[in-house]
Nanobody, 116 residues
């Protein structure tokens, strides 16, 4: 069993910054990719950013240049630095982990609210 615990969400004014953290624990044998998704009210969940085992990254067009994903393999952790936040970034952000065995795990989510 793998558990993902997110932290760092909260409320911030437009233009502000937040840093999300996600720590994985449990029976982790090998992590392939880790990612952040978000879901706003009334909208489908969308991929925000992903980082592979080798460190390659990819971002949603809406966050390019503002968000940065990073990982600490030794700590089985992934981070999302969010700068220049906009009201449209308001959503529940969830951490995602895909193992080399293609098992997928999700965190419980953390709320990010950006006010104008």
């Amino acid at each position: 069993q793998v558990h993902l615990v997110e932290s760092g969400g909260g409320s911030v004014q437009a233009g502000g910054s937040l840093r999300l953290s996600c720590a994985a624990s449990g029976s982790i044998f090998s992590i392939n990719a880790m990612a952040w998704y978000r879901q706003a009210p009334g909208k489908e969940r969308e991929l925000v950013a992903i980082i592979t085992r080798g460190g390659s990254t990819n971002y949603a067009d809406s966050v390019k240049g503002r968000f940065s994903i990073s990982r600490d393999n030794a700590k089985n952790s992934v981070y999302l630095q969010m700068n220049s936040l906009k009201p449209e970034d308001t959503a529940v952000y969830s951490c995602n982990l895909v193992s080399l065995g293609a098992h997928v795990y999700w965190g419980q989510g953390t709320q990010v609210t950006v006010s104008s």
